[in-house]
């Protein structure tokens, strides 16, 4: 892992304050989204394909209190980049524009969906999910600079991409909902869910807990509502059961190997 150390003085205050303005962005949207201000809720919005019970993919609701944590810290974030240790770090100026393009494209797919546009909404979904691919990249060749920014930057866009990676997933359920495509719904959710826990496992591989918590919540409640309800499916419940213990458990045994290996 690469060591960027500081540069003797803060750079400009101007990426702060974009970073900063995307997260005020992305939160004014999320507040629309949720049905503020006269906007219609995302389970709503779009011919209501984002909603919970409409295809067996989709998390139950609670599974979205996720976002409270990760807006949280996206503000948390965007304030600390105003601030001189996180302009002097060389590792955050490497950071950094992918953050702010995270914030944007969240909000841009906020915007699609108050649009009713479901296939726009998955290309939004699928770029956000590059970037934040990108930024997992970086936090991991490169040594946060303190505890702060451990937390501040890796473990809140950690829980961000762990999440996106089972929003996409709901995503591509919608559009194929939305298009009318007809798939068994055991025999395709198996597939799905055994693709997205290989991704929480090779994210569980790489030492960081953050984004395989949050995929393995978001599984749990893809499980929680195909349970029961209005849309219940006991198999794909199962199956998304055993993928949220396969990653929760193959990540346990990535990090009792790593140990090991540390005390040999």
Known sequence: MAVLGTTPRPSPATPGVFTAASAVVALLLA??????????????????????????????????????VIYAGLLGYAVWQ????????????????????????????????????????????LALLGVL??????????????????????VTFGLYLGWICVATVANVAALLAWAKVSLPAEPTAAVVLLLTAAVGLALGSRGRWSPVLALAWGLAWIAVARAGGPLALPGVALEATAAAAAVLGGSLAFAARRRWEGRA
């Open 31 to 68: 507040a629309v989204g949720s049905g503020a201000f006269g906007g219609t809720p995302v389970a709503s919005a779009a011919g209501g394909y984002f909603s919970s019970v409409a295809t067996p993919l989709a998390p139950g609701v609670p599974a979205f209190s996720v976002w409270s």
């Open 82 to 125: 105003l601030l001189p240790a996180a302009r002097r770090s060389q590792r955050q100026g490497r950071i950094r524009p992918w953050a702010a393009a995270s914030m944007l494209l969240n909000a841009a797919w906020l915007w699609a969906v108050q649009l009713g546009s479901v296939p726009a909404s998955l290309a939004i979904m």
């Open 133 to 154: 691919s990108r930024i997992f990249a970086l936090s991991l060749s490169l040594r946060p600079g303190s505890r702060l920014e451990a937390a501040l930057s890796d």
